[in-house]
Structures are given as structure tokens and as C-alpha cells.
């Protein structure tokens, strides 16, 4: 485990900390906090965008003969963010059918021990850790969130009072699968490459769907494939690029997810910032960003338009939160 932490230490490192040392200059745009249309309380971003007549339209419109589940499972050992530190997924149990018996739990006695088998368990992990929902004050600019909260102000020893996780509501909306590899004849992206604003648009060409505003927009990368090997999944995975990025908020993505961990590609295209498109589509743009969504069945049936339906953990005041997303297809 040691080897596997150093792996993504050095990768990270490499690629992203002393990103200073080999970003590119670039003409994108300015790096400064977005400001909600929705008003100066607005907490949501472009979650915003969901409205019930729509959210109807397409429940009307859904197959249920076939649902897709877009979640990982969570197991010891899967790949996880460690390279500052932070925890990696672990599950321990906390009560046991032996174990009760000789604990005597809850003082009823061998014999009823004996007869009640209890099993508990409890688990920790990094909030980042799977099929995940960024919350907006994942990533802000010189102190300050999406909507111009700041930390100063808005941040407490037990997590933000504003954007937290548990704001985030119960996800209903067209969700749309861009299919890169496949686009490209490809089982998976090469390592660390950069998926382009041309890449989607072929890809969207090839797979005869248009986006339009309100879309959960999620970028297959064929990553997936090695997710049961930590160290490949995780060392120099493929990503988003700045460009393609903004194309597809100038599109109206009201979230954008993948099948990756990093998200975005490394080294960063942005001097002086090593994660510039989480901070464009979180800070600047309220774009809730997906990660670790298992798009490989959707893939394989060339599914490439569908009602999306969500819900992550209200987990107050956190980053981010485990998200259970399901695809139904949509009937034309």
C-alpha cells in the first residue's frame, strides 16, 4: 500500500503541485469567482436549472425495461485520493455473531446472544472517495466559493454554512454519455491524455445526440475498465481539458462528471493553479462535478441519451458526498 500511495504522491507531484514549473499559458478566462443569476443567497449553481415540467416530460419518456446503475462498489484496496493525505476507504466490523455471544452484548445472556445473530459494521473514507457529487465549495479562488461565500465568513470547524453537500437536491434531468474512446475506435484514452473540445464534438456527431442547457453530461474515458487494479486506475489517468470544458459550460452542462478519479487532465494548462477545471466549473460557473461514474454498460449498449436520477448523502457542510446514479433510457 505504501508503493501504491507513493505512485499517486509522485504522479500528483509531478504533474500538478509544482504544476508552476510546466503549465501553459493560455487565453482562457479570467480566474475570478462566478456570481449566481439565481441571486446573491443562491446556493445550487445551475442545479438551478431542474424544473418539474421537465423532469415529467422525461419520466414520460423513459424505458424502464432497463435501468442502468452508474455507482462503483466500495471495497479496501479501491483506488482513492491519498496523495495529501487523506484516508482511503476502510470497513471494520463492530459486532459479530461470535463475538456478541462472547462480548455478552447488550447483557441478555449466552443464550439469547446465541440465538440473535447480530452483525454490525461501520466504515470511514475520504468524502471524495467513489461514485461522488463535488459540492461548489470543493475548490474556490483566493478564499472564496462559488457566489462569492467566503471562508472567513461561511466556514466553521464543522464544515461550510453554505454550499455544503446537503444542499445539493435529488437529481432529475436528461443526462447525456459522451463516448470518447469509442468515438475513436478505442477500448480506452491513452494515458494522461486530454480530451479536447473536438473530441466531444465528434464524439456527439458520431453518437447523433446535441446537448442543450440542464444536462448532466458525463465523459467516458474507458478508465473504468481497470478499476479493480488501484494503481493503474489511478496513475496517469486520462482527463478533461480547460477547452473542452468550456465548451461544454458554454453548452449549459448543469453538471459534468466522468468515469475517472482526477477528473481533468495533468499538468495543469493554467499557471498558477494545478486543478483549472474544477475551479472554472465549481467557483466560476456552479457546475457540480461527478466523478468515479461507471459508464461502461451505457457504453457497451450505446446508450447515449437518458433521464438521469440521483441522490447523494446530506452530509452537512462537506465538499462532496457518495452519489447512487441510475440512467433509463429515453424513447425517441
Known amino acids: 500500500m505504501h508503493m501504491f500511495k507513493n505512485l499517486i504522491i509522485s504522479k500528483f507531484i509531478a504533474a500538478s503541485i509544482v504544476a508552476s514549473a510546466s503549465t501553459i499559458a493560455a487565453p482562457f478566462p479570467e480566474q475570478k469567482i462566478g456570481e449566481s443569476p439565481w441571486g446573491a443567497d443562491d446556493e445550487l449553481?445551475?442545479?438551478?436549472?431542474?424544473?418539474?415540467?421537465?423532469?415529467?416530460?422525461?419520466?414520460?419518456?423513459?424505458?424502464?425495461?432497463?435501468i442502468y446503475d452508474l455507482s462503483v462498489e466500495y471495497f479496501i484496496g479501491m483506488p482513492s485520493w491519498q496523495a495529501v493525505g487523506d484516508p482511503q476507504y476502510q470497513i471494520w466490523m463492530t459486532h459479530t455473531p461470535k463475538g456478541s455471544v462472547v462480548d455478552n452484548v447488550l447483557n441478555v445472556g449466552e443464550k439469547v446472544n446465541s440465538h440473535v445473530s447480530y452483525t454490525g459494521s461501520a466504515i470511514s473514507m475520504y468524502t471524495h472517495t467513489g461514485t461522488h457529487i463535488d459540492a461548489l465549495n470543493h475548490f474556490g479562488l483566493d478564499g472564496k466559493i462559488y457566489n462569492n461565500f467566503s471562508a472567513e465568513k461561511h466556514l466553521g470547524d464543522k464544515g461550510w454554512h453554505k454550499t455544503g453537500a446537503e444542499t445539493i437536491p435529488p437529481i432529475v434531468a436528461r443526462g447525456v454519455l459522451i463516448d470518447i474512446p469509442k468515438a475513436k475506435n478505442l477500448e480506452m484514452l491513452e494515458d494522461n491524455y486530454r480530451v479536447t473540445k473536438e473530441d466531444i464534438q465528434s464524439a456527439l456527431q458520431k453518437q447523433g445526440v446535441k446537448l442543450a442547457q440542464g444536462d448532466v453530461v458525463l465523459i467516458r474515458t474507458g478508465r473504468m475498465k481497470i478499476y479493480e487494479d488501484s494503481q493503474k486506475y489511478m496513475n496517469n489517468s486520462p482527463g478533461l481539458?480547460?477547452?473542452?470544458?468550456?465548451?461544454?459550460?458554454?453548452?449549459?452542462?448543469?453538471?459534468?462528471?466522468?468515469?475517472?478519479?482526477?477528473?481533468?487532465?495533468?499538468?495543469?494548462?493554467?499557471?498558477?493553479n494545478y486543478v483549472p477545471v474544477h475551479t472554472f466549473l465549481l467557483a466560476q460557473n456552479g457546475i457540480p462535478i461527478i466523478e468515479l461514474a461507471n459508464l461502461e454498460t451505457l457504453s457497451t449498449d450505446e446508450v447515449y441519451e437518458f433521464a438521469f436520477i440521483g441522490s447523494s448523502l446530506k452530509l452537512r457542510g462537506a465538499d462532496a458526498a457518495p452519489l447512487r446514479p441510475i440512467a433509463i433510457p429515453l424513447k425517441n
Open 45 to 66: 449553481g445551475r442545479l438551478n436549472y431542474m424544473n418539474p415540467e421537465y423532469q415529467t416530460s422525461l419520466m414520460i419518456r423513459a424505458d424502464w425495461s432497463k
Open 241 to 272: 481539458g480547460m477547452e473542452a470544458s468550456i465548451y461544454l459550460a458554454n453548452q449549459g452542462a448543469m453538471i459534468v462528471g466522468s468515469d475517472n478519479l482526477s477528473f481533468e487532465s495533468f499538468p495543469s494548462e493554467v499557471d498558477g
